[in-house]
């Protein structure tokens, strides 16, 4: 499975971005899907992740209620909007698809791993 991230950049304070993942290689709807980031000098952290059908998500809480992970299975693709950003969300942004079909927060449970999308918030 191959996963590339696309739609960062850089935003100001208090703005959106959408970022999405797209799968290709085989089918990823039967997997829960993740989004991590690791900013400069820190570990990789959990942001979001979303059940093989979508119906369960979960979320860090550090950008609950501001982050919104989304999929189109039949595409292969996920999103992550992100709202009311701030700069402490600078990071990279990685996407990554699960060894099962439910939502989890525990990155040894994700087989594979996307390069990253720089986001950049400025204050």
């Known amino acids: 499975v191959q996963l590339v991230e696309s739609g960062g950049g850089l935003v100001q304070a208090g703005g959106s971005l959408r970022l999405s993942c797209a799968a290709s290689?085989?089918?990823?709807?039967?997997?829960?899907m993740g989004w991590f980031r690791q900013a400069p000098g820190k570990e990789r952290d959990f942001v979001a992740t979303?059940?093989?059908?979508?119906?369960?998500?979960y979320y860090a809480d550090s950008v609950k209620g501001r982050f919104t992970v989304s999929r189109d299975n039949a595409k292969n693709l996920v999103y992550l909007h992100m709202s009311s950003l701030k700069p402490e969300d600078t990071a990279v942004y990685y996407c990554?698809?699960?060894?099962?079909?439910?939502?989890?927060?525990?990155?040894?449970?994700?087989?594979?791993w996307g390069q990253g999308t720089q986001v950049t918030v400025s204050s």
């Open positions: 979303i059940s093989w059908s979508g119906g369960n998500t």
């Open positions: 290689g085989r089918t990823v709807s039967s997997y829960a």
């Open positions: 990554a698809v699960a060894r099962i079909s439910y939502s989890t927060i525990v990155s040894r449970d994700y087989a594979y």
